[in-house]
């Protein structure tokens, strides 16, 4: 069974050129050609009928055809306003559960959509990928999972054990709201225009830490920032100066790393995301954070 008629070269060009355009370098546009990846990605995000999906960067329309045959509700926020039109002929007869969005999705809130997202699938432009989903799962809190197709190195700092070249910030912060459920690799060959990187679609879902204060979360998210300022350093050495401006903090270092049990002469890369959550909690707790 096909899963969207646009998932070919082909059809894709075919598309472009009935509305005289090519793709957009500028803007990272790489569209999906292959049929059973779609047919993958809507696997892996059990998208059902009656989902409610935000899609960013749907391009034509060709992972969105397949997300709306299967019976989700789908916004779309798409920042080229050139394919607005060929959205508008690509989706023809889904109107009363399809609308898109012509605007910056770094820039769109829960009052610009028309309904609150349970799920974010998308096919994402690489350049903005990994503050994307971040961001959405911070901002968004309807949202249940996101399962987005990013370049394999973003992908591999998603999914990173503490100790592993890939573990930083980024994995913490991410780990502060979701958790990496499953995955796939998919090669340049799967594009019109193949990109220069692999991708990986990977899916996850919510996971908030129990007991967890969006304040203790937010400070928990600074203290993985400044361990991972300078990952050489120990965390003592490159929190010191990271907080360089922050007279109390750079004072109250020794006091937290000893209530939390942290060795000082470690590296950030070796807490894992628990450590990282007490770290919050006893800044906060301290009233430095």
Do not use: W
């Amino acid at each position: 069974m096909m899963n969207s008629p646009l998932a070919s070269v082909a059809a894709t060009r075919n598309v472009l050129d009935e509305h005289g355009l090519s793709t957009k370098k500028s803007l990272g546009q790489h569209f999906l050609v292959n049929d059973a990846v779609v047919g993958r990605i809507c696997d892996l995000a059990d998208i059902a009928a009656g989902d409610a999906v935000v899609e960013v960067g749907p391009g034509i329309g060709t992972l969105t055809c397949a997300l709306l045959a299967r019976g989700a509700r789908v916004v779309a926020v798409e920042r080229d306003g050139d394919l607005l039109p060929v959205l508008e002929d690509t989706c023809k007869g889904y109107e009363t559960v399809f609308q898109v969005l012509n605007a910056d999705a770094l820039k769109v809130g829960e009052s610009d959509l028309p309904f609150s997202p349970g799920k974010f699938v998308a096919n994402l432009p690489y350049a903005v990928a990994a503050t994307l989903v971040l961001d959405f799962f911070e901002r968004f809190g309807s949202l249940t999972q996101a399962t987005v197709m990013v370049q394999s190195e973003v992908a591999a700092r998603m999914m990173a054990r503490p100790g592993t070249k890939d573990y930083g910030a980024y994995t913490v912060k991410l780990g502060l709201f979701a958790a990496a459920v499953g995955s796939f690799k998919v090669s340049p060959g799967n594009f019109f225009p193949p990109p220069h990187v692999d991708s990986t679609v990977i899916r996850l879902d919510r996971a908030e830490q129990p007991g967890v204060s969006a304040m203790e979360a937010r400070a928990a998210a600074i203290m993985a920032d400044a361990a991972f300022a300078n990952r050489r350093k120990t965390i003592s050495n490159s929190c010191k100066t990271y907080f360089a401006g922050n007279a109390a903090m750079r004072d109250a270092l020794a006091d937290l790393f000893s209530d939390c049990g942290i060795n000082p002469a470690c590296r950030g890369e070796t807490l894992a995301l628990e450590d990282y959550v007490s770290l919050g909690k006893a800044a906060c707790a301290a009233g430095v954070l």
